[in-house]
């Protein structure tokens, strides 16, 4: 009898596995938010000489717990003026995309349990770094329809720059990722962590590491580049009109993202899970990579302010975007040649 | 006995409702009278299009599908009718309504007769899925199809998309004097 069930499900055990690291990634991404949000502000604390989260357990741990059960409880109130089933979808649309783009992020080499070789990755696509920004780019969808069904000018405001600012930044993150596709000649984010295995891309492709990070903190909404959820003067965006749970996925929405992002610029600009030459696991050196990065974006917003929003264009489209688009012909002239 | 192929099986099923929600999204953007869910029902429709092209296969068309047509360009659709502010239309009869339906009724009797004249038959091509997968992948497939044969029609489209959009720009421009200068 279990040899017949185990006969019929042994050409599946692909989607077994494949389910089952789904399962898996999901979970774990959103028990790094809770985390992330600790790390942010016990950093932004120090940072700003202060103490930061530190009555609820050692070292403020507790807090973040507290956080999300005070959230979970508190009462979801929607204005009669809204657009109910827009505003349930919204911030469901940008929790999901945060979640589906992590699918084709490879975090180490293949590992073999119980005689299965495993990939630490959910999908092997090979067009990965495409379906990244397919993803991602539906991710604005949650904010503009935030805005859009909130019925509030502060909302509508926030959801209208926000897809201003979008799309401007996707040109440049992708001409600057298009560079490091030029060098590897695969769109397929495993390869490219091989072709990096004796030095990082950071090295030969500085420009393009600096276009890249400046546009992903400004696709993740953070600051220096949070204009669609300026507190000073739109109170708060696209989300004002939100409360409890609803509210918290727009912030899960946002941390998965950082996430996401760090790991892409690890992927395309670090080398990866490749130590070069320090003893440590390749996951090891994967996540303390993304880690680092996820400090620098916390880093960044308590040293900068946020830049006025006509800034923002100009910088995007008359510097960011010219810089990039000559970057990308002068490394793939070098490569032809 | 028969033999069960569940992958098969959840293959035909997938494509099958994929294909129905895309019917459906459709017939959503041409009857629903709320303008920013016509603009929803039609970013549905993109992205079955896209999961339709996924499950035949052609992963770079699915991941161009979904970037440049349900990310940007419905994007800037949504934009403008959040500018706009999406009033919901009032129907009442009319002559056009009435021409629109006796147009929709044509299309609808012509798609049922091309049904049943003959049974569709798929494009033939240089490329099936086996020779996809000795050039590696759809991407390059594509890419190598678009530069070697098609190169000359290629670079036409793409001049002809510059010249449109020097055009848009030549037609909506304005006079522009920074708020300063105009207080003087």
Redesign the interface.
């Known amino acids: 009898m279990i040899d017949d069930v185990i006969d019929f499900f042994e050409p599946y055990t692909y989607l077994i596995i494949g389910s089952v690291k789904a399962f898996v990634i999901a979970g774990a991404l959103l028990g790094i938010v809770p985390a992330l949000v600790w790390l942010e502000r016990r950093l932004m604390g120090r940072f700003q000489v202060r103490l930061g989260p530190n009555r609820v357990g050692p070292f403020g741990l507790g807090q973040p717990i507290s956080d999300s059960i005070k959230l979970l409880f508190k009462e979801s109130i929607i204005q009669s003026s809204a657009d109910k089933f827009l505003f349930h979808l919204a911030p469901a649309i940008v929790v999901f995309t945060a979640i589906v783009t992590f699918a084709v992020i490879p975090f180490g080499e293949p590992v073999k349990i119980f005689g299965q070789e495993i990939g630490l990755w959910v999908a092997n696509v090979n067009i990965g770094l495409l379906f990244v920004f397919a993803i991602s780019g539906m991710g604005v969808y949650g904010m503009v329809l935030a805005g859009l069904s909130s019925n509030n000018k502060y909302s509508l405001m926030g959801g209208l720059r926000s897809s201003a600012q979008m799309i401007s930044y996707e040109l440049t993150l992708g001409l600057a990722a298009l560079s490091i596709v030029v060098l590897t000649g695969s769109l397929s984010l495993i390869d490219m962590v091989t072709s990096q295995d004796s030095y990082p891309n950071i090295l030969i492709q500085p420009l393009a590491f600096l276009l890249f990070f400046i546009a992903g903190i400004a696709e993740t909404n953070r600051a220096p580049f949070d204009l669609p959820e300026a507190e000073q003067e739109l109170v708060a965006g696209f989300h004002t009109e939100y409360t409890g749970m609803k509210f918290a996925m727009f912030f899960m929405g946002e941390y998965i993202n950082m996430v996401t992002m760090s790991a892409l610029v690890t992927l395309l600009f670090l080398g990866g899970w490749n130590a070069y030459g320090v003893p440590v696991w390749p996951i090891v050196a994967f996540s303390g990579k993304v880690l680092f990065l996820l400090c620098v974006f916390i880093w960044l917003r308590s040293t900068y302010p946020r830049i006025r929003y006509d800034r923002l264009m100009t910088f995007g489209w008359k510097v960011l975007v010219p810089i990039s688009l000559l970057n990308l012909l002068v490394t793939s002239v070098l490569v032809v040649l | 006995m028969f033999e069960l192929d569940?992958?098969e099986l959840t293959k035909a099923t997938v494509t099958t409702l994929v294909g129905l929600t895309a019917v459906l999204a459709s017939l959503g953007v041409i009857l629903c009278s709320s303008p920013?869910y016509c603009a929803?029902y039609l970013?549905g429709h993109m992205i079955c299009l896209a999961l339709l092209f996924l499950l035949y296969n052609a992963?770079?068309v699915a991941?161009?599908q979904?970037?440049v047509y349900?990310?940007?360009v419905m994007?800037?659709f949504?934009?403008i009718?959040?500018?706009l502010g999406?009033k919901k239309e009032i129907q009442e009869p009319s002559t056009e309504r009435s021409i629109a339906i006796a147009f929709v009724a044509t299309m609808l009797g012509e798609l049922f007769l091309s049904a049943t004249v003959g049974p569709t038959r798929p494009i033939e091509g240089a490329f099936d899925a086996q020779t996809v997968a000795e050039v590696?992948?759809?991407?390059k497939a594509i890419g190598l199809e678009l530069f070697s044969r098609h190169v000359v029609a290629f670079e036409l489209a793409s001049v002809l998309l510059l010249v449109a959009a020097v055009g848009i720009i030549c037609l909506s421009k304005f006079s522009y004097v920074p708020l300063r200068r105009r207080m003087k």
């Open positions: 569940l992958f920013i929803l970013i992963e770079f991941a161009v979904i970037i349900a990310g940007a994007i800037l949504l934009f009718i959040a500018l999406g590696g992948g759809s991407a």
